[in-house]
Each structure stands twice: as C-alpha cells, then as structure tokens.
C-alpha cells in the first residue's frame, strides 16, 4: 500500500494517493470509522475535481451513508457532503430533481443546528440559486393544448384552436434568493453588504429569465415584446448599479463581488446588442477577463460584432449578437450527459472588448492549427 501511495504521489495523481489511503483505512478501522468517512468524502471530492462526475457522485453518496452511520442524519460532515452530492449531480443530470433533494437536506441540517439565521444559511441559499443558474435546470418547455371550443362563422363548422405556452423554472432559483434576502436584512449589523451580494445574484436570475422569455415567439403564451425586454434589462441594471454604489465603499473587501456586478452588466449590453456600450465597460476596466481564458480561445471582435476567426473549423456563429439560444431543456447525449454546443461571448481582455470561445472541443482547434 504504502509504494503505491508514494507511486502516486510522485506521479502527482493525488486521488489515486487517497485512494490508496482510504483502501487500507477501510481494512484497518473499519467503513463507518471517523477516518474512513473523511477520506472516503475527500476521495469523492477529488474526483469531482478530476471531471468524473458520475463516479464522484456513487463515492460521494457512500460517504454520507457512512457518516450517517457514524455521525448520525446532522453530525460530522453531513452538511457539505450534502451539497457535494447535489454539485456533482448537477454536473450529468440536466433535472433539478436529483441535486435538490440533497440541496434541500443541507438547509434542513443548517436549521437543525440553530443556524437558520447566519451568514452560512445565506451564502448557501446564494450558492444553491448560483449552481441552478449555472447548469441548465431552469429552463422551460413549450406545450400545446386544445383551446375552448370555438365556432367559426366563415367556415360554418366548430374549429378546436390550438393554442401553445411557454413556462420555465426561473421561480424555484428565485425563492432561495427571497429567503436570503428576507434573512440578510436580520444580518446586516454582521455584514452591512449582504444586501448588495444577493442582490447581485437576483440581478443574475431576472437577466437570464429575461433572455430566455425574449426567445419565445411570438404567439406562444409567455412571448415577450423586445420593448418589454429592454425595460426588464434597464431594470435589473439599476439593481445592479445600486449594488455596486454600495460596495464601492470598500473596493478591496468586495473586489469579488464588484466583478461579477460587472459581469453581469457587461451580459445586459451584450443581450441588449449595445456594442458601444460593451467597448466602453472594457476600455474603462470594469471588468478584465484576462486571466479566464487560454489565449487560443480569444478572437478578435470587429465592428458590428463579427468574429475574425478563419481558422476555427467548426460550426458556430461568427457574430457574437447572433448566437442562438435555445429555449428548450438542453440536450443530452445517450449516455445522459448534457451537449454543450460552441458559441462566442464577449469578454474585455486587458481593456480591448474580444470573444471568448466557449464549449469547444479543444482537440479540434488544435488540429486546424497545426
């Protein structure tokens, strides 16, 4: 045991370290023991860092087996096994359903500890909102019915209209967000921002459900006018720009905080095709995505939004006000694993406005180069 940990360790493959660990721990004190269940969680979150989610969610639902069993339902590290559960679900299963439930039980533990009223509960409200934004669970889907029966005069016969209607689940991630703010009034005397921090995640909801309601079509139940957009766009950045008046006050205690208000402004031009707009964020240095993104991900953007780049060789579009969205539930592969297809966002790279390629697969840029 002890070579093939040092084997591991000198290859740099830190999960197969633990693993080694965690074989001999299994054996020597047992699978409920208090060290075994630490290292079991830490052998799952290892490989939820590694990419192999599935396999990270199995080990991780192991873990909280045992340290129910050790620990009992709340004890030891129930609460953040909970939500590394319900994380690494997110990662392969597009419902809401699977990540939820877990979600959901690391609340209930926080409030069986007498933690219902602290930052902790706030900043996992935000943070459970956050990963429902972030991994497709929210959008909708459009579903036909027979309207009433109607009767129609030029053709002397009764019709049966069909009529269609858009829904999402924008208003699950929303209910977190109005717990916490109701719980961050109560907390303001510990952290006079917290306000302004949510506030920046339910500015990041209402724009992304906006997005999404302005690609229905019109005549579906749900469709919103491009007027009634930009008027929801407008709004949510006068929240926006509140919250960053806010934390202005401290620039260096919310520098984190401040970039994604400004992410999220930066995502309202782009949405609201206002191209001056983004070139001003970035030549002011509101936001710098320098560090995010490799430089062979990076275009340059020309006027009008188009994209210069001729060697990519794949299909996406090259005009960064054109990429589609869809509306519908995201696509999944036969093994369940959700499509990302590619497409171009703007990002400000050292104050010059560029576009980033996202959800490419990298082997092929890297052979159209070569």
């Not at 049966?160 to 961050?184: C, H, M, T």
């Amino acid at each position: 045991m002890i070579s093939g940990y040092e084997t591991a360790m000198a290859n740099g493959d830190q999960t197969a370290a633990v693993k080694y660990v965690l074989d001999y721990t299994e054996k020597a004190y047992g699978e409920n023991a208090p060290e075994t269940v630490r290292l079991t969680h830490r052998y799952g979150e290892l490989l939820y860092q590694d990419g192999d989610y599935q396999k990270a969610t199995d080990i991780l639902i192991k873990a909280l087996e045992r340290s129910v069993a050790a620990n009992g339902e709340s004890g030891g590290e129930a609460f953040e096994i909970n939500m590394n559960i319900a994380y690494a679900y997110s990662q392969w299963k597009t419902g809401l359903s699977s990540r939820m439930q877990y979600f959901n039980r690391a609340l209930e533990i926080l409030r069986e500890r007498g933690e219902h009223e602290s930052i902790t509960y706030v900043t996992t409200l935000i943070s459970i909102a956050i990963n429902m934004m972030d991994n497709g669970g929210l959008k909708g889907a459009t579903t036909s019915h027979l309207s009433d029966t109607m009767y129609s005069p030029e053709v002397s016969e009764y019709v049966f209209p069909i009529e269609s209607e858009y829904s999402n689940y924008y208003d699950r991630a929303e209910k977190y967000i109005l717990e916490a703010v109701e719980i961050g009034k109560k907390l303001e005397i510990q952290d006079e921002y917290i306000l302004s921090k949510i506030a920046i995640a339910h500015a990041k909801l209402k724009v992304m459900e906006t997005a999404d309601l302005g690609a229905v079509p019109m005549g579906v139940g749900g469709y919103i006018s491009g007027g009634t957009e930009s008027e929801y766009y407008d709004r949510e950045q006068e929240r926006l720009m509140t919250a960053i008046e806010k934390l202005s006050q401290d620039t260096d205690a919310n520098k984190i905080f401040l970039n994604a208000a400004n992410s999220v402004l930066m995502e309202i031009a782009w949405l609201d095709k206002d191209e001056d707009r983004l070139l001003a964020m970035c030549a002011a240095g509101a936001v710098n995505s320098a560090s995010d993104y490799p430089p062979d991900r990076l275009y340059e953007v020309m006027e009008g939004g188009m994209v210069f780049a001729p060697d990519i060789g794949i299909r996406v579009s090259t005009n960064i006000f054109r990429t589609l969205r869809s509306r519908g539930k995201q696509q999944t592969d036969e093994n369940g694993n959700p499509i990302k297809k590619p497409y171009f966002i703007p990002v400000c790279i050292d104050g010059r406005l560029m576009a980033a390629l996202i959800h490419a697969p990298r082997v092929t840029i890297e052979e159209v180069r070569q």
